[in-house]
């Protein structure tokens, strides 16, 4: 692994039918997980075959083709992106980019690996980074991911930290499960400079359960919290869906990603790249692009750079994500690790 794609000279920019402009590319580089979070995937998952995944050099080309196109952020998710094999080498390969076509490389990880990685990032231009967390108590912890190690979590947020990443805290808010614990989220992330934002659960493939009974509206949390906080309405944004508050008491920022109760799809500016080569143009739609076809089918970029553009063509207004709870089953049949968190 020592060539990188080569440089594409830069097209009209990605506009989707609403006039939104496509500027961010989440990429899955692995549906597998070394967590077998409660809301996320089953205990007992059957994941894709090594051989169906793109290699690293192909997500190198697509990402670069994306950048071409005028994307200027790049997120690296899974799955837990890094479990997967040789993985640093992407990162390093994409951040040629930084400076030119991309302002930003960044990744979401549950921070297990961070002990071994984080300087790495850091060196590799990733300036910052989201860390899954859902609760501080270590029997509720190993409660939600089954097989998550709480102090190798907190080792992974030391070493990001000393590595001079900025952090950002994300905890899926879980009805009576960790709904107790937001104010002591809250103070921990801003006792430690991080942001933090709350999720609401999304209704994404089967995980052996009632979803339904883990629904926690964030409209009631906002609500409660403001028994305690004094939230401030801020025009702060990150690039992705999350609308933020400045808690007065503690000068920190809180973010509310809410699928559920307030769609963000007026101004979606996302789409989601899977190990396999399958573009998604929305998280709660099913209709998808096949990119591995054309990125295989030449050496040159031409029928890859059509298929991007025919895709973004067929980008929707906005999702259809619906708790049912007459069928209990998920709006969407496919994990979200298999599309990119």
């Known amino acids: 692994m020592t060539e990188y794609a080569r440089p594409i000279a830069l097209r009209p920019a990605l506009i989707d039918p609403f006039g939104r402009h496509v500027s961010y590319l989440r990429v899955s580089v692995t549906d597998r997980c070394d967590f077998r979070c409660t809301y996320c995937m089953s205990e007992h998952m059957t994941f894709l075959p090594k051989r169906d995944l793109l290699t690293l050099e192909e997500l190198d080309r697509l990402c670069t083709a994306f950048i071409a196109k005028g994307v200027r952020k790049l997120r690296i998710t899974g799955g837990e992106p890094l479990v997967r094999k040789n993985i640093l080498w992407l990162f390093q390969a994409l951040s040629r980019h930084l400076g030119g076509g991309l302002d930003e490389l960044t990744l979401t990880t549950n921070g297990s690996q961070l002990p071994r990685f984080a300087a790495e990032l850091k060196h590799a231009g990733v300036r910052r980074i989201n860390i899954s967390l859902d609760t501080l108590k270590p029997d509720r912890f190993k409660a939600i991911t089954r097989w998550g190690d709480f102090g190798q979590v907190m080792a992974g947020i030391d070493a990001a930290e000393k590595a001079g990443l900025a952090v950002k805290l994300n905890a899926v808010a879980l009805k009576g499960l960790n709904e107790d614990e937001f104010d002591d989220l809250i103070a921990f992330a801003h006792g430690r400079g991080f942001d933090l934002t709350l999720i609401e659960t999304m209704p994404m493939g089967d995980i052996e359960g009632d979803r339904t009974d883990q629904y926690l509206p964030l409209s009631i949390v906002r609500a409660r919290l403001m028994d305690r906080w004094t939230l401030e309405d801020i025009p702060f944004r990150t690039g992705g869906p999350a609308r933020y508050v400045r808690i007065k008491e503690t000068g920190g920022r809180l973010g509310f990603i809410t699928p559920m109760t307030h769609n963000f799809c007026e101004s979606c500016n996302r789409v989601r790249l899977t190990c396999t080569g399958t573009l ?21 970029d031409v029928l890859l750079m059509s298929a991007i553009d025919e895709a973004i063509s067929r980008k929707p207004k906005g999702h259809d994500f619906v708790i049912d709870r007459r069928t209990k089953q998920p709006a969407v049949s496919r994990h979200m690790s298999v599309t990119g968190g």
């Open 280 to 300: 998604y143009m929305c998280l709660g739609q099913d209709d998808a692009a096949d990119l591995r076809l054309p990125l295989r089918a030449s050496p040159d």
